[in-house]
């Protein structure tokens, strides 16, 4: 299993531009998580998903949107990139037998100039 | 909702001491409490968990202590060594039983150095 996985690993965009993180799980879990991680901050929840079709807000959501099409999959988009959002993304998925851990991706820097 | 708050936010260590976390947090329907320990470029990974029928938690080296009337919860590590070294972060989560509780509320986190 490759557990979780996210694409890309780094990014430098500028302000203004759009892109998207790609999350995939293959341990069928339900529950998928998208968090930012800067310095002091600690982990902080952007979007989250408790099945395949549904997500819900978490505690800093403006200036994101995501996506969950397929139960293995959870897109985290930005439209119109700003420098606030440079940061380092962490995916997450949680279910399975080890219901409550939640497994994280390796991450994915982004830089906004 | 939730907020976790944890200290301190620095801590050094000689090897082979113990070191000491501590949380506390607002949410009286919390239940579970997770740490996690972020190596230097890695992903958090869990390390021990507690839930709040249960007072205390051990795991060969660590161990985590849960103060339900106070709010406030510790990860032990005793006999520390250099790979102990990293961030830790503690967690709250009220009960899953209820939409909208699915998520967990981290700490800001701590920097546990190990100095040989």
């Known amino acids: 299993n490759a557990g979780v996985t996210q694409t890309p690993k780094f990014r430098v965009l500028k302000t203004g531009q759009s892109m998207t993180l790609l999350c995939a799980q293959d341990?069928?879990?339900?529950?998928m998580y998208w968090y930012r991680q800067d310095p002091g901050m600690g982990l902080r929840l952007i979007h989250y998903s408790v099945g395949e079709g549904t997500t819900a807000k978490g505690e800093v959501p403006d200036g994101y949107n995501v996506s969950r099409l397929k139960k293995q999959n959870f897109l985290l988009g930005l439209e119109s990139a700003a420098p606030s959002q440079t940061s380092v993304y962490f995916c997450?998925?949680?279910?399975?037998?080890?219901?409550?851990?939640?497994?994280f991706g390796p991450g994915t820097r982004l830089t906004v100039l | 909702g939730e907020n976790v708050e944890q200290h301190p936010s620095t801590l050094s260590v000689q090897e082979g001491d113990s070191a000491v976390i501590k949380c506390t947090y607002s949410?009286?329907?919390?239940?579970?409490f997770p740490w996690y320990k972020q190596e230097l470029g890695k992903r958090p990974q869990l390390i021990i968990d507690i839930r709040s029928n249960v007072g205390e938690k051990k795991d060969q080296r660590i161990a985590v202590t849960l103060n339900k009337t106070a709010k406030h919860f510790s990860l032990h590590i005793t006999e520390t060594q250099p790979e102990d070294s990293a961030v830790y972060f503690c967690a709250a989560r009220p009960s899953i039983s209820n939409f909208g509780n699915e998520k967990l509320t981290f700490g800001t986190g701590t920097r546990l150095t190990i100095i040989p």
């Open positions: 997450a998925s949680r279910g399975g037998k080890r219901y409550n851990e939640q497994f």
């Open positions: 949410d009286s329907a919390s239940n579970y």
């Open positions: 341990m069928n879990h339900e529950y």
